[in-house]
């Protein structure tokens, strides 16, 4: 598990920080993201973004045909491999939540309080079931919010307006769920996001064989690890995929509409 621990000393420090575990991350940084289901596609996937470096290394975790999870906040990363395996091994995300918590021994990070009171963290299945945990000591603003085949979650957010927005920016954008999942995070940035500002987003959509070559099951996978506006350049990277699956001239099979591939052959 040394890959667990090197992650956890980069990324655990900075996503979300509870005022007893201050003098790990004197920034003080959080999160918000959102998991989503294309009930059309079979596509599942989400979309983060926070004031910390490389965000994505800890948050997002996903697998076609299984699920996918995000963990944040007072974090815990290996709650998202745990929440993977669980998935696979049949559980609904309701149990997985209670499951992780209790097996949860909250051994404390580098000699000093990390409290699993203080852990975020959200499960949705491959046919877009999901649920989400704030704890009630995870630095305020904090909470999540349901939607219609997504949840969105954040700490250290300007209100609950910000996933308020979030949820409403994906019910209400219309497209590959790609596109989606960025709407959801601008959303959540107009609504006052993060409030000590941006850094880093990331993206990953998955979905059985449609990835680009031989057995790859990652449709996209984004990562925008240092940037004024890292919502900005996320949502140009999607646009260019959406754009270059558009304009392929047929789609692999089982594979129609994902990320925005045509449905039937083109004729050209």
């Not at 959080?30 to 998991?35: A, D, K």
């Not at 699920?67 to 745990?82: C, E, M, N, R, W």
């Not at 699993?116 to 995870?138: H, L, S």
Request: aromatic letters at 6%; charged letters at 20%.
């Amino acid at each position: 598990m040394r890959w667990v621990v090197a992650i956890i000393g980069v990324v655990a420090l900075a996503i979300g920080v509870h005022p007893r575990a201050q003098t790990a991350d004197l920034l003080g940084t959080g999160t918000f993201s959102i998991l989503g289901y294309d009930a059309d596609t079979g596509e599942i996937g989400a979309a983060v973004q926070s004031r910390v470096y490389s965000v994505g290394n800890g948050v997002l975790w996903a697998e076609a045909d299984v699920g996918v999870s995000a963990t944040q906040a007072i974090v815990d990363v290996s709650y998202g491999p745990k929440a993977i395996a669980l998935l696979r091994a049949g559980l609904t995300p309701d149990a997985i939540i209670k499951a992780i918590l209790d097996s949860d021994p909250d051994p404390g990070y580098a000699g000093q309080p990390w409290p699993k009171a203080g852990r975020q963290f959200a499960v949705m299945d491959a046919k877009g079931n999901y649920a989400a945990y704030t704890g009630p000591e995870a630095t305020k603003w904090a909470g999540n919010k349901s939607g219609k085949f997504c949840t969105a979650q954040g700490n250290i957010l300007a209100g609950p307006q910000v996933v308020d927005n979030m949820v409403k920016n994906f019910e209400e954008t219309q497209g590959p769920l790609s596109l989606r999942l960025v709407a959801a995070l601008e959303g959540g940035q107009a609504g006052g996001g993060d409030t000590r500002g941006q850094q880093s987003a990331a993206l990953i959509v998955v979905k059985k064989n449609c990835g680009v070559w031989l057995h790859n099951d990652v449709v996209l996978r984004l990562q925008v690890d240092d940037n004024p506006e890292p919502i900005k350049e996320l949502r140009r990277l999607v646009e260019l995929s959406v754009n270059r699956e558009k304009n392929r001239r047929r789609p692999t099979p089982g594979c129609e509409g994902v990320n925005g591939a045509p449905r039937t052959a083109v004729a050209r």
